[in-house]
C-alpha cells in the first residue's frame, strides 16, 4: 500500500538546529532559548509563540500574587498575535530584533551660580576669588574669563553671576568653600554659590548677526583649537601644583604670619599650643601627618602636610587671606625650594642649647 504523500513546507527551516517539522499540520517550529517554542506563519512570514496549556501556566505561576486565587485558565488570544522577529532568507533570525536606542548622556555641568554679590563686583574680583578652586574656562575667541555678572534693564548689576570652570570637579569645591562665605572679609553680607541650572529652550531661527558671528567661529576653529590646547597645559600646571607629579611637596602647605619671633620669645609655649590649634584646625580639612613651626622664621612660618593632596588643596582655599591674631594668613604650596628656619633639637652647638635653656628659665622665673 503506497504512503499518502507529505505535505511539502512553503519554508524551509532545516537549517535551525531548535527547528522541526511538524507532518501533521505541515508547519515549521523551533524551541527559543526562553523556552518557550514558536511555530512559523507562512502567510505572515513571522515566528509566533505556540500557546500551550503548560505554557499558559508558567506564564500564571511566573506573574501570580500571593494571597490571590487564580482559578480560571488564562485564553489563548487569538487574532492578537505579537510578531517576535520576521523571518527573511537569513538564517539568524536575532540580527532582525530592535534594540532600544541608548539614553543621551548628559553634559557635564561645569558652571556655578552665584547671588548676593555686593552691587560694585568686579570680574577681576570673582575671578581672583573662583579662581582658587579651579580653571575657569576662557572664551575661545577672546580668551577673556567665562565670567558673567547680570544685569538689569538700566544696565546696574543685579548681584548674580555665572561663573564657567574647565573641569567639573571645580563646581563641587567652589560650593563646598565659598557657599554662605564673606565674599569681601568683614562684610556681614554673605553670598549663596550652587551648581547652574539651564532650562532648555526651544530653537529660534538664526538671525543675520547670529549666522554671521557662527561662520566667523568657523573661520576660526584654528584658533580655538590652539587655545584649548593652551587651557590643557595650564591644567597639566595646575596639576603639578596639587601634586600629581610632585606628590610629597603637593600634600606640604606653608602658612606665613602666623607668629612673630617676639612672641615666641616672650612665651616659649606658644610654640606648642599654636602648632596644636593649627593641626585641630587643619583637621578640620582632612587627615594631619606633621605640623612644624619654625620659629627662627621672620615670617611667622610654619607647615603643615596632609595625608592627602585633596585635602591640602582645601587648606590653601580656607586659609590663604584668612585673619588670625589680627594678621593676613598666607597659605601655599610648598614649592621645595624655599628655606625656613627652626631652633635645633638634636644636634646643636653646646653655646646654643645653653642659650635655649637660660631662655627658658628666665621665662620660667617671669612667671612666679
Not at 526562553?34 to 507562512?42: A, F, H, M, N, P
Not at 520576521?86 to 540580527?95: A, F, K, P, V, Y
Not at 581672583?128 to 578652586?133: A, L, V
Not at 621645595?336 to 637660660?358: A, W
Amino acid at each position: 500500500m503506497e504512503e499518502p504523500p507529505q505535505p511539502a513546507p512553503k519554508k524551509d527551516w532545516s537549517h535551525l538546529p531548535t527547528a522541526s517539522f511538524n507532518v501533521e499540520t505541515g508547519t515549521w517550529s523551533k524551541l527559543n532559548d526562553d523556552g518557550v517554542r514558536y511555530e512559523w506563519d507562512d502567510d505572515k512570514q513571522a515566528w509566533f509563540p505556540m500557546w500551550d496549556e503548560t505554557l499558559i501556566q508558567s506564564q500564571q505561576s511566573a506573574y501570580k500574587i500571593d494571597g490571590v486565587e487564580e482559578e480560571e485558565p488564562a485564553a489563548r488570544p487569538r487574532d492578537k498575535r505579537k510578531v517576535v522577529y520576521t523571518g527573511l532568507d537569513q538564517g539568524d533570525d536575532s540580527q532582525h530584533q530592535k534594540k532600544p536606542k541608548p539614553e543621551a548622556k548628559k553634559p557635564p555641568n561645569t558652571s556655578i551660580y552665584v547671588t548676593g554679590l555686593p552691587p560694585d563686583t568686579t570680574v577681576d574680583e570673582m575671578k581672583d576669588s573662583f579662581g582658587k578652586y579651579g580653571i575657569i574656562m576662557e572664551d575661545l575667541l577672546t580668551g577673556q574669563p567665562r565670567i558673567k555678572l547680570y544685569k538689569d534693564q538700566n544696565g546696574n548689576l543685579k548681584g548674580d553671576a555665572l561663573v564657567t570652570y574647565f573641569k567639573e570637579e571645580s563646581v563641587a569645591l567652589a560650593c563646598n568653600l565659598m557657599d554662605e562665605a564673606e565674599f569681601r572679609f568683614g562684610e556681614a553680607s554673605k553670598i549663596r554659590v550652587q551648581p547652574a541650572v539651564f532650562e532648555a529652550k526651544e530653537k529660534q531661527p538664526l538671525t543675520e548677526e547670529q549666522k554671521a558671528a557662527a561662520e566667523k567661529k568657523r573661520l576660526d576653529k584654528q584658533r580655538a583649537k590652539k587655545q584649548m590646547q593652551k587651557l590643557e597645559k595650564r591644567l597639566d600646571w595646575f596639576d603639578d601644583e596639587v601634586g600629581k607629579k610632585t606628590e610629597k611637596l603637593a600634600k606640604t602647605i606653608i602658612l606665613k604670619h602666623m607668629f612673630t619671633p617676639k612672641e615666641i620669645e616672650d612665651d616659649p609655649t606658644l610654640l606648642l599650643d599654636l602648632k596644636d590649634d593649627v593641626r585641630d584646625e587643619c583637621t578640620l580639612l582632612g587627615e594631619v601627618t606633621n605640623v612644624v613651626l619654625y620659629d627662627k622664621s621672620e615670617d611667622g612660618a610654619m607647615s603643615v602636610r596632609f595625608k592627602d593632596a585633596e585635602s591640602a588643596e582645601l587648606c590653601v582655599a580656607r586659609m590663604n587671606g584668612r585673619f588670625f591674631a589680627g594678621r593676613r594668613i598666607e597659605a601655599y604650596h610648598f614649592d621645595g625650594k624655599e628655606k625656613f628656619e627652626k631652633s635645633k633639637t638634636k644636634g646643636e652647638s653646646e653655646e646654643e642649647e645653653k642659650q635655649r635653656i637660660e631662655a627658658y628659665e628666665k621665662w620660667l622665673e617671669d612667671q612666679h
